[in-house]
């Protein structure tokens, strides 16, 4: 079984600035997906970023971008320029390639101030 | 454009009693279907998947069931809530044989039972 682990409950950052997630994971595959999501107060789930296990380019999007470490089974989130609407909580997930569900972390409450 | 509905957005029942939570998907044919609990401060749980009409995989057992009488329908039921029943309820969908391919949620049923 996979495990997904946040260390961070929560983290506040300020306006403008620049802030990391952190993320490990547990699995004994080679192929498999990262994900982040982020759950603002509205609760509604939505995409961050993604990447693949094979690929070695850190994925970004935008603001978003990931330090992805696969020996280290590591997958952080850096957030730059951060803005008041980052505000939510922020969860990892994997996904193994040999299967079709995501595993969620705790999650991270970032508050982002002004 | 995929989008995904889910009803009610809160219900509050009394133990005991049966529930019926809907989410209907449009924009995309095929597509896996996921159940998801989130109880308060924890991550997202996987409680039911299914890759097609009448296919359903259950990952956690309890009191819930989940039926796919539609391929673009998915439904949550139980004949009988029980008090740890409470949380939020997300309904996902991604697309069928995408391994690896990010699933996206619907706005959630904030459940309370009494």
């Known amino acids: 079984a996979q495990t997904v682990t946040q260390s961070q409950p929560e983290m506040s950052v300020q306006e403008a600035e620049t802030v990391t997630l952190s993320c490990t994971y547990d699995?004994?595959?080679?192929?498999?997906?990262l994900f982040w999501y982020k759950q603002p107060p509205s609760r509604q789930m939505i995409l961050v970023i993604r990447?693949?296990?094979?690929?070695?380019q850190n994925a970004t999007e935008n603001r978003f971008s990931v330090n992805f470490q696969k020996a280290a089974k590591s997958f952080s989130l850096k957030i730059s320029d951060s803005q008041l609407g980052d505000t939510a909580m922020y969860f990892c997930?994997?996904?193994?390639?040999?299967?079709?569900?995501?595993?969620f972390g705790k999650g991270t409450s970032l508050l982002v101030t002004p | 454009s995929q989008t995904i509905h889910q009803w009610p957005a809160t219900l509050v029942q009394p133990v005991g009693s049966p529930l019926s939570l809907e989410c209907t998907v449009e924009?995309?044919?095929?597509?896996?279907l996921y159940w998801y609990r989130q109880a308060a401060g924890r991550g997202l749980q996987l409680l039911f998947y299914?890759?097609?009409?009448?296919?359903i995989s259950s990952e956690v057992p309890q009191n819930l069931s989940a039926s796919r009488p539609q391929d673009r329908q998915f439904i949550l039921s139980s004949k009988k809530l029980l008090l740890s029943d409470s949380g939020f309820y997300l309904c996902?969908?991604?697309?069928?044989?995408?391994?690896?391919?990010?699933?996206?949620f619907g706005d959630g049923t904030r459940l309370s039972i009494l």
């Open positions: 997930a994997f996904m193994p390639h040999s299967g079709y569900a995501l595993n």
């Open positions: 699995t004994s595959e080679n192929n498999y997906y």
């Open positions: 990447q693949e296990a094979y690929k070695q």
């Open positions: 924009g995309t044919s095929n597509p896996n």
């Open positions: 299914s890759v097609g009409i009448g296919q």
């Open positions: 996902a969908h991604g697309s069928r044989g995408g391994i690896g391919q990010p699933q996206h």
